[in-house]
Each structure stands twice: as structure tokens, then as C-alpha cells.
């Protein structure tokens, strides 16, 4: 470890730590490492979910640009000051994916992972932006097939998105992001993992959307301090339904002008909770009640941080 990355492992471990964190005393220290996280629910969501397994938890929320170190050293940092895991989100999925191992054959082909644990043997990563994507469809439409999809997005959640709309009934899929080297290296992995699905790239985002059963935004664009939508109103008339991958705030433009449009939403706030159950259970080792963590996460904080 260079000497400017020990120079920060004290701010780390007092960045915003719990008592329980800054005493030793929790099971298990936590964190989050992005960039526009002051507003995540995932401190709080472990947190309860301790609460309700009788585990104290501790859960910093590590902002590399606030810290004055990079995703290296913030992960460096972690690995070394007694973390037991993270999950890391925007902008820094795709480059986990390359600092950890990754057992999961699905895993290694979305080249992305949120989630990451600290072994012995060194880091493990997993998606559970994978797994939390085909819970939270399933949850509000059911076994009904997602059909035609437009996604827009091909970064480290739309990646996952991706691959979890392989197993929900996918008949085609149409990917459109600013970077068409991205979004054209997701769609050859796509077409080489089940060829008989049609994959394309495209960046003609109406004429896209009128042919498109599903509309999915996977880019930041409506969350707090991206204010606004990748896709107008108007350009969404022929859809059956919409997910949006931001969760904060929990009503975005692009959902909202879904609901106007008569489209089925599905929120990012239901991939938040059914992506957070199942890291959970990777940190922790054990299941948690996911409604009553639902219910709890509902109520108002009596005085966590979240």
C-alpha cells in the first residue's frame, strides 16, 4: 500500500462512521463506493436488515472525489481496514469487474459487478443488479414476456439489465447510449450468448421506441443532480411498459411520463430492494424477510443516517 493511500485510511474509517464502526464492535462493516450517493438508501437498507438478523452493522458511503483518492485506493483502503464487503455503483461497476475474481459464468459475461466480498483468497464479485432486475419485473408483471425492448443505457447497469431481459421472455432488443462502441460490445456479447434473439445498435431513439413493447432507462439521466429524461413523452405511446434503473428520487420524469402514457412502471426503487435482499445474503450469509425490510424501509427513519 503507498504511503498516500495509508495516509487516508483514517479519514476512511471516519468518514460518516457509525458508533458501532468507530468502537469495533460491529458484525460486519459495510460500504458503498460512487460518485452521487449522498441520497442512497443502501446504508439504511443494511442497516435494518441487521436490525432484523440482531447484527450491529456499520455502512460508510465512500465518495473517491471527496476523499481525494481514486477507485483503487478507496478499494485498496477497504479491502485492508476490515470491510467484509461493498457494493459499488455509478461510475465504477465495470471497473470492479477487473480488480475482483468472479465465480459466475453469467457474472463474468456482463462484466460488471455492485457487489463485491472480501475472502481470504481475495475478492469476490458477484451482480446482483442481475439477479434484483429479474425479481423486481417478475414482481409487477409477472410471467408475462418483456417482449420488444428499447434500452437506453449500456454502462455497468445496463449491462446487467441486459442479461437479466435474456431470461424474461426477451424477443428483441434495441441498445442506444451516447458511446456506440459500448453499446456494440454489449450487443456482440449478447448475440454470441443466445444468437437466436435479435441484438442491435441504434441511435434513432423515436423510431426505436414506436416498435418497442418495453422501455428501459439505464442511464443516470433523472437521478438527483441529472435532472430530466432520455426519452419525451411523446415517444411513448405505443409502449406496454417502462423501468427505469434510477431510484432516486423514487418518482422520475421518464416514469412519470410512462404512467401519463398509460404504461406499466416498473421503479428503480423495486431493483434497489430486490438487488439489495440479495447482496444482503452475500454479505451477511443469511436470508432476510423482504417485506418486513420493505415495511421498515417504508416508515419514517427515527434517526439512522440514510
Not at 459475461?109 to 463485491?116: C, D, G, K, R
Request: hydrophobic share 40%; aromatic share 6%; proline share 5%.
Amino acid at each position: 500500500m503507498s504511503k498516500r493511500t495509508e495516509s487516508r485510511t483514517s479519514s476512511i474509517s471516519n468518514s460518516g462512521a457509525s458508533p458501532a464502526l468507530r468502537d469495533g464492535s460491529c458484525d460486519l462493516k459495510l460500504g458503498l463506493i460512487g460518485d452521487n450517493i449522498a441520497q442512497s438508501q443502501a446504508p439504511r437498507l443494511h442497516r435494518l436488515a441487521g436490525m432484523l438478523a440482531n447484527l450491529t452493522i456499520s455502512y460508510e458511503r465512500l465518495v473517491p472525489r471527496e476523499l481525494g483518492t481514486s477507485f483503487d485506493e478507496t478499494f485498496a483502503l477497504c479491502q485492508a481496514g476490515g470491510f467484509r464487503g461493498i457494493n459499488v455503483t455509478y461510475p465504477y461497476k465495470e471497473l470492479a469487474a477487473t480488480r475482483v475474481k468472479i465465480g459466475d459464468p453469467v457474472v463474468r459475461s456482463i462484466e460488471a459487478v455492485n457487489t463485491i466480498i472480501f475472502e481470504p483468497t481475495g475478492p469476490m464479485g458477484f451482480n446482483t443488479d442481475y439477479s434484483g432486475m429479474i425479481g423486481a419485473y417478475r414482481s409487477v408483471r409477472g410471467d408475462r414476456a418483456a417482449g420488444r425492448v428499447c434500452m437506453i443505457g449500456a454502462g455497468g447497469v445496463g449491462k446487467a439489465v441486459a442479461f437479466a431481459l435474456l431470461k424474461l421472455g426477451l424477443e428483441r432488443l434495441w441498445i442506444i447510449d451516447l458511446d456506440r462502441r459500448k453499446a456494440e460490445h454489449l450487443a456482440a456479447r449478447l448475440n454470441a450468448i443466445s444468437p437466436g434473439i435479435p441484438v442491435s445498435v441504434s441511435d434513432d431513439t423515436e423510431s426505436i421506441a414506436a416498435h418497442a413493447d418495453g422501455l428501459v432507462n439505464c442511464t443516470p439521466v433523472g437521478m438527483v443532480g441529472h435532472e430530466g429524461t432520455p426519452l419525451p413523452r411523446g415517444q411513448m405511446r405505443r409502449g406496454q411498459w417502462a423501468f427505469d434503473a434510477v431510484y432516486t428520487p423514487l418518482e422520475t420524469q421518464f416514469l412519470a411520463d410512462a404512467m401519463a402514457a398509460g404504461l406499466t412502471v416498473i421503479s428503480g426503487y423495486e431493483l434497489f430492494i430486490h438487488q439489495g435482499v440479495d447482496a444482503w445474503q452475500i454479505f451477511a450469509g443469511r436470508p432476510v424477510d423482504s417485506a418486513q425490510l420493505r415495511q421498515l424501509l417504508s416508515e419514517p427513519d427515527p434517526g439512522l443516517r440514510s
